[in-house]
């Protein structure tokens, strides 16, 4: 098993920044690609980034290239989503996932993913 416990969200005014964290542990989470979802009310989750398990290939959907960057640090078995020019239909809950397969290449599917946390709200003003 691997537990994943997400911070940083807030709220923010529509071109602010904000940094999420995703603190992993349990069954060697530092093997595994890592992603961020979202999920706006009355939409399906939508993904937004993953990295490879040594962060060395990344992956992003179209409307947050340029602006979101994915990191990881597995000394610290944390995985990092750093948002930057924020717009107000970036406004979701914010969840993120370990993949099932360790030493793999990066999923992008949400069902490639075996473990969840349990999401931060980021909420953006205009």
């Known amino acids: 098993q691997v537990q994943l416990v997400e911070s940083g969200g807030g709220l923010v005014q529509a071109g602010g920044s904000l940094r999420l964290s995703c603190a992993a542990s349990?069954?060697?989470?530092?093997?595994?690609?890592m992603g961020w979802f979202r999920q706006a009310p009355g939409q399906e989750r939508e993904f937004v980034a993953a990295?490879?398990?040594?962060?060395?290939?990344?992956s992003y959907v179209d409307s947050v290239k340029g602006r979101f960057t994915i990191s990881r640090d597995n000394a610290k078995n944390t995985v990092y989503l750093q948002m930057n020019s924020l717009k107000p239909e970036d406004t979701a809950v914010y969840y993120c996932?370990?993949?099932?397969?360790?030493?793999?290449?990066?999923?992008?599917?949400?069902?490639?993913?075996?473990?969840w946390g349990q999401g931060t709200q980021v909420t953006v003003s205009s």
């Open positions: 349990g069954r060697a989470p530092s093997t595994r690609a």
């Open positions: 996932a370990a993949s099932a397969v360790v030493y793999g290449s990066i999923p992008t599917r949400g069902d490639e993913y075996a473990y």
């Open positions: 990295i490879t398990w040594n962060g060395r290939s990344t």
